[in-house]
């Protein structure tokens, strides 16, 4: 567990980490917003202990956004001032102490701090764990339509091949009586008995199409083994096109019958430092979000489908992935919400409204990135995911970079990108 003791004065500051650090309690300290977002960058935090009102910083707004961006326990170091205590209730933080040796209040908010990000790991999990067995009938669709053919193919080639047998070994004994006259009339017989012709033009198409289907097969199989891949600590240089057609390829079957996906991927995105199996959750969350959105705007038009495009842009310092879709758009009221914990849209039941919330800390919090929205009502929404290209190294480890920003919500249609078919 980490813990930050923000104050400007060093003596205060000690006296608060000795009160709070333990063995399983690691604590920073800071007396500025630049001690602030190196001890943030190093390693997420689950708790702040910071000295009220921020007067000691230039911009206290922007000092105070980056707690909270960072960190979702936030605890006001003040005085016994009514007045200044409910200003930081006001700002969001949970508790105000104002001594340190209050030690039975430091301990509760501790305590309270551990069991907020247990629940917070809990609920990534489980949204993880309820995408995965949504997707679950699916995959088992896009599976068994291959396996099939597969099977199929092979009972063909099973067939075909006694029949092959049966004629080769008939020609044979034919070649054995070559000097009977009738030798010629016989084996013309036999291979129109056996329909040569179409066993020679069957067989080998089968054949293909039984490889199609276990290469298909395999990259199914693939795909959901690097889709889940097991969780990380450290940031990984990633193939974001690779990343995205392997989730493409997890969710086909809640796109394919209600949109038509195209894929534009921008060949100067080089690698980029990320948490794989944290970006490939975001990035099935939202291609799932554009389906279901599609899904609420043709329901009453049988045949009539969508569009769903996913891009990947160079942006200076970023790499940007955009995912566009064509469904229902999102009413100007409710954009600013879209990010905000158990709101959904959709019927009871039907979702949680964890999946853009944890979208938000894990692009944000996790990689220092930032999240828009772009949406208008019967035309379409675009999420826009802009991850820093360059994080600093700590050892030989990527560390997120230090200044990241919160998520933006445009109420205007998406831009319109150059279409690419696939």
């Not at 764990?129 to 080639?157: K, M």
């Not at 070994?169 to 070559?178: D, K, P, T």
């Not at 054949?207 to 097991?230: C, S, W, Y």
Request: hydrophobic share 40%; aromatic share 4%; glycine share 6%.
């Amino acid at each position: 567990m980490h813990v930050l003791i923000v104050d400007p004065d060093s003596q205060l500051r000690d006296v608060w980490a000795d009160r709070i650090a333990t063995e399983s309690i690691r604590v920073s300290t800071s007396g500025s917003e630049q001690e602030t977002q190196s001890a943030i960058s190093k390693e997420p935090l689950s708790a702040a202990f910071v000295r009220f009102p921020l007067t000691y910083s230039d911009s206290p707004e922007a000092f105070l956004d980056l707690l909270r961006t960072h960190c979702h326990y936030l605890v006001a170091l003040t005085n016994d001032d009514s007045s200044v205590m409910e200003d930081a209730y006001e700002q969001g933080f949970l508790d105000c102490i104002l001594d340190p040796r209050q030690d039975s209040a430091i301990q509760a908010n501790i305590m309270l701090a551990e069991r907020l990000n247990r629940l917070e790991q809990r609920l990534a999990q489980a949204q993880k764990l309820e995408s995965i067995g949504e997707l679950a009938a699916g995959i088992a669709h896009e599976i068994n339509t291959p396996i099939q053919y597969v099977g199929d193919n092979t009972r063909f080639v099973q067939d075909s091949c006694v029949d092959l047998i049966d004629a080769l070994s008939r020609c044979s004994e034919l070649a054995h009586n070559a000097g009977s006259a009738d030798v010629a009339s016989e084996i013309r017989v036999l291979l129109e008995e056996t329909d040569i012709d179409y066993l020679m033009e069957e067989v080998p198409s089968a054949i293909r199409q039984t490889l199609e289907g276990v290469d298909r097969v395999a990259n199914i199989v693939r795909a959901m083994k690097e889709f889940a891949h097991p969780g990380v600590s450290e940031m990984v240089p990633t193939d974001l096109p690779k990343s995205i057609e392997n989730t493409l390829m997890v969710a086909r079957n809640e796109w394919k019958y209600v949109a038509e996906l195209e894929t534009e991927f921008d060949p100067e995105v080089p690698l980029v430092p990320c948490l794989p199996g944290e970006l490939n959750q975001v990035l099935l969350n939202m291609v799932v979000n554009a389906a279901h959105a599609i899904g609420d705007t043709i329901r009453d038009r049988p045949g009539e489908k969508g569009t769903i495009k996913v891009s990947t842009h160079l942006r200076g310092t970023h790499a940007e992935i955009r995912i566009a879709d064509s469904g229902t758009g999102i009413p100007a009221e409710d954009v600013e919400k879209v990010f905000a914990p158990f709101y959904t849209t959709k019927a009871a039941g039907k979702g949680t409204g964890q999946g853009l919330a944890i979208a938000q800390t894990v692009i944000v919090e996790n990689h220092g990135g930032r999240i828009e929205v772009e949406s208008e009502v019967g035309v379409g929404t675009t999420f826009i995911i802009q991850v820093p290209l360059e994080a600093r190294r700590e050892g030989s480890t990527f560390a997120a970079p230090s200044m990241p920003t919160a998520p933006v919500c445009v109420v205007h249609a998406p831009q319109s990108p150059i279409h690419t078919e696939v």
